[in-house]
């Protein structure tokens, strides 16, 4: 099978390719063509281990680039499309670049897909299309309402990629995932922002009351969802991908400041972040019962591995952290 992956130099989109390559899902015979602009958060460096594989081919480039895409595009099978701008932060301060990239970046590699056959879409998204949801869990039926301009760009590429599906037969397939965490991810996201903080001596931020929820979901199981997605899952289809582990931001806090071996002195309240949604949940039953999904990764043995690869990598995040200083 003829694999494009868009966005996989970024955190997700690289740990994929990684495991992709390196038999996680079977004995091989795929080819993988990575498009990424290599943006701020993407890096190459995470694809430095499958560099040299022969079946890895990398291609520079902007998924709103009509006329690239459409070469690229040409001679795969399916399209595995993580492609994003994705921090909240970075959408309420400016949301332009976040429509251009998610809305009109996913239709032009729909139209893309559409002219050439392409056999599946996989599009990746994000619990955060729901909105915000004070008891329960949201199943794929839930209606969207998003509440950043970042989830509203989501959920209108959700909506573009579903409606190729319908009106074009384009087998398109949508995954929705809780918050990853893992080695690579961008330190900007709370879990490395914190961890890289704490190891430099720094405080660390957190917003309002601390009692924001989310669902934590380690980058082996998204990715591992993603897959069996991409293989079994139906087209026209929504699949929730989850960890089933739902903390507030302050237990998680604890957790981050017990692994690097901090106390609460290193913790800096902040205003908080404008519409900031106060729970994320997920109902995960659907891809357990139709795909077999199931998530493997502890939180506790996770988060510890995590916070050991920051440990271990500093020449990875310390130029990025320096370069993108804000």
């Known amino acids: 099978m003829r694999i494009l992956v868009t966005g996989g130099a970024g955190f997700i989109g690289s740990n994929y390719v990684?495991?992709?390559?390196?038999?996680?899902?079977?004995?091989?015979?795929?080819?993988?063509?990575?498009?990424?602009?290599?943006?701020?958060?993407?890096?190459?460096?995470?694809?430095?281990?499958?560099?040299?594989?022969?079946?890895?081919?990398?291609?520079?480039?902007?998924?709103?680039?009509?006329?690239?895409?459409?070469?690229?595009?040409?001679?795969?099978?399916?399209?595995?499309?993580?492609?994003?701008?994705?921090?909240?932060?970075?959408s309420i301060e400016g949301s332009a670049e976040f429509v251009k990239t998610n809305v009109v970046g996913t239709l032009t590699l729909l139209d893309a897909a559409l002219r050439h056959g392409i056999d599946r879409f996989l599009h990746v998204s994000t619990d955060e299309v729901y909105g915000s949801i004070e008891e329960g869990s949201w199943t794929e039926e839930w209606p969207l309402a998003p509440r950043s301009p970042y989830s509203a760009s989501k959920a209108s590429s959700d909506l573009l990629a579903l409606?190729?599906?319908?009106?074009?037969?384009?087998?398109?397939?949508?995954?929705?995932?809780?918050?990853?965490?893992?080695?690579?991810?961008?330190?900007?996201?709370?879990?490395?922002?914190?961890?890289?903080?704490?190891?430099?001596?720094?405080?660390?931020?957190?917003?309002?009351?601390?009692?924001?929820?989310r669902d934590w979901l380690h980058v082996d199981d998204h990715c591992d969802g993603i897959h069996l997605a991409l293989s079994k899952g139906r087209a026209g289809e929504v699949y929730n991908i989850g960890g089933g582990t739902e903390l507030t931001n302050k237990e998680l806090t604890g957790m981050l400041l017990e692994a690097c071996g901090a106390d609460w002195g290193m913790v800096q309240p902040v205003a908080d972040r404008k519409g900031h949604d106060r729970r994320y949940s997920l109902d995960i039953t659907k891809i357990q019962r139709e795909l077999g999904y199931e998530p493997a990764v502890g939180l506790a043995s996770g988060l510890a591995a995590t916070v050991n690869w920051y440990k271990e990598n500093r020449a990875w995040w310390e130029p990025l952290k320096a370069a993108n200083a804000r």
Not at 64 to 71: G, R
Request: proline residues 4%.
């Open 163 to 213: 409606a190729y599906h319908r009106t074009h037969a384009l087998d398109v397939v949508v995954t929705r995932c809780s918050n990853n965490y893992g080695p690579h991810q961008f330190p900007e996201k709370v879990i490395p922002l914190f961890v890289t903080n704490l190891l430099d001596g720094k405080k660390v931020p957190l917003y309002g009351d601390g009692l924001n929820i």
């Open 18 to 90: 990684r495991r992709l390559l390196g038999g996680a899902y079977g004995a091989g015979g795929d080819t993988v063509t990575v498009l990424d602009k290599l943006t701020y958060s993407g890096n190459l460096a995470n694809l430095t281990g499958v560099a040299d594989h022969p079946a890895y081919t990398f291609v520079q480039g902007d998924i709103c680039d009509a006329d690239l895409v459409d070469e690229v595009v040409a001679g795969h099978d399916v399209v595995v499309h993580f492609a994003a701008e994705t921090h909240v932060d970075r």
